[in-house]
């Protein structure tokens, strides 16, 4: 039983898992409570016992138990005991495994994180179910935030990048072809949806590096990666989309190897179908590639599922290692399923497979497992072996211990948030914001001076209206002063006066001028008084007539 993993007893022969083979991928399949978690916890023992690591999703969260060693005091002990002794299984011996619990919500285990950009426009456009004119659009901004050096790490980022190629739609739309408003608008909507399903938690840093799920202990035994699923069932797009991407991170992460003697990292899909399940053609033809491809670089893909046929053909054909639980046959979707699995096996004469599907006890299987040359081996009836480790969860303290006592430690319980496109963005804005109010502070300044000094000139105008009318106000103001002036009895006695007094010194200058040039008498002179006295009369004479 050393040359490979040991499944069971079949045949009379041991039924083992060739080792150089088991990057060929396999399908554990069967109905409800027929004994596929018992099976697969088998083969994951057997992988980390020979230093294999392995990931797997665990959906009920019963292979938390893989952790801890079973114990002759479950209930399980004795069907156990009974089983191993019945296939002689003289190995068979409680122990447990080395286990790093993760869990994309932070919850019950350490968080699984990658940022945007590494998920890509594909795998977000699957994941947000958007058409394939909201596709383009998502190629067209993660091209943009490429070319610009926009760091995409989290949903908050890819939010602000939307809405930042909504104010270039009409630039983007010339140089790239379409993008709509309306089409930006109905991506942020499915954005609010995916949050909605917890999908922010994915996206973040620190990311996670692949380097932590391909180890081994101390002990050399590989480290068995099970993340809790139990939650992410509820967001069933999430969680087929962080599937596929974690298989497209390895296939790109790890060399080519061809085929090891071993596989460098082994998968296991519980609840395969949700996969594929609404798939659009371009996803399942990458997944298809991934399967393909992926066994070059040493890793082993193994789906787990109720019904073989929710495996689409073109993946169906790349599993190799094949173990077939019962099958209930109550409807016609459940009779083509039986009729399907039991074409895909390589017949063997002693078993009669149809008939056998329907028949199989709990814990007992058909296996057809690819040998040493590559072909697979004739389909046996086989009984499983039972597993060494636990058979039912980890309590919440257990868990809580290997949590914080794992190799791995706290590296991803803190999450950092550096700057990227959000933060970038943002302070463009405010920077063209500030820009703006600045230009129309500016701006406002400039009318507001013209304005200013329209008023001014409109006031000087005013003022100078003010003076001139002022001027003649005051102008008028004293002709009439000077009117009533020359109106007043002084001013006409003294008009009166001087007339008077002009014309009696004209008379008298006129008489001195004749005496000088005639001749006059003396009494006439002494006669008149002189001339001061005549002028004094006439004024006295004018003011005592008034």
Request: proline share 4%; glycine share 8%.
């Amino acid at each position: 039983m050393s040359d490979g993993i040991f499944i069971g007893l079949g045949g009379g022969k041991p039924q083992c898992l060739d080792l150089k083979r088991a990057n060929r991928h396999g399908l554990i399949a069967g109905a409800t409570g027929t004994g596929k978690t018992v099976t697969l916890q088998g083969i994951i023992e057997g992988f980390s016992r020979i230093g294999v690591p392995s990931f797997v999703a665990d959906v009920k969260g019963d292979l938390s138990g893989l952790a801890m060693a079973g114990s002759p005091t479950a209930k399980t002990h004795g069907a156990f005991a009974a089983r191993a002794a019945e296939i002689g299984d003289t190995d068979w011996a409680y122990a447990d495994n080395p286990v790093q619990f993760w869990d994309l919500y932070g919850e019950q285990g350490h968080p699984i994180r990658t940022t945007v950009s590494e998920m890509g426009p594909l795998l977000l456009s699957r994941l947000m179910d958007l058409n394939e004119v909201q596709e383009g659009v998502m190629t067209i901004a993660f091209h943009v935030a490429d070319k610009e050096g926009l760091l995409l790490i989290d949903l908050d980022d890819l939010q602000s990048m939307l809405a930042h190629c909504a104010t270039r739609a009409d630039e983007l739309t010339t140089t790239y072809g379409n993008v709509s408003k309306q089409s930006i608008g109905a991506i942020q909507r499915s954005l609010l949806q995916l949050r909605t399903q917890g999908g922010e938690h994915f996206f973040g840093e620190p990311a996670l590096e692949m380097d932590d799920f391909i180890r081994t202990d101390d002990k050399g035994r590989g480290i068995v990666n099970v993340l809790a699923a139990d939650k992410l069932m509820a967001a069933p797009k999430l969680y087929s989309t962080f599937l596929l991407w974690l298989m497209s991170e390895l296939f790109e992460h790890l060399p080519e190897v061809g085929d090891p003697d071993k596989p460098r990292l082994v998968f296991f899909f519980d609840e395969a179908h949700l996969l594929f399940d609404d798939a659009p053609k371009g996803l399942l033809d990458k997944i298809e590639q991934v399967v393909r491809l992926i066994r070059s670089k040493g890793v082993g893909v193994y789906f787990i599922t109720q019904n073989p046929i929710d495996i689409p053909d073109t993946v169906a054909g790349q599993l190799g290692n094949r173990v077939q639980h019962a099958l209930r046959a109550f409807t016609p979707r459940d009779q083509a399923a039986v009729r399907s699995a039991a074409e895909t096996f390589r017949a063997n004469p002693g078993v009669d497979v149809a008939t056998a599907i329907t028949e199989l006890k709990v814990g007992e299987a058909l296996v057809s497992l690819l040998q040493a040359d590559g072909s697979p081996s004739p389909v046996e009836r086989t009984l499983i072996k039972p597993p060494a480790s636990r058979v039912g969860p980890v309590s919440p303290q257990e868990r809580l211990v290997m949590i914080q006592t794992d190799a791995v430690g706290d590296k991803y319980d803190t999450a950092i948030d550096r700057e990227s496109a959000e933060e970038i963005l943002a302070a463009k804005t405010q920077e063209a914001a500030a820009s703006a109010a600045a230009a129309r502070a500016a701006n406002d300044a400039e009318k507001a001076a013209a304005l200013q000094a329209k008023d001014d000139a409109r006031a000087a105008k005013d003022a100078a209206r003010l003076q001139a009318a002022q001027a003649k106000a005051d102008a008028q103001a004293q002709r009439v002063a000077e009117r009533e002036a020359a109106n007043s009895p002084w001013s006409k006695a003294m008009t009166s006066a001087t007339r008077a007094a002009s014309s009696s010194i004209g008379r008298q200058v006129a008489n001195e001028i004749g005496k000088q040039v005639f001749g006059s008498g003396s009494r006439r002179s002494s006669s008149g008084g002189g001339l001061v006295g005549t002028v004094l009369r006439s004024v006295l004479g004018n003011l005592m007539r008034r």
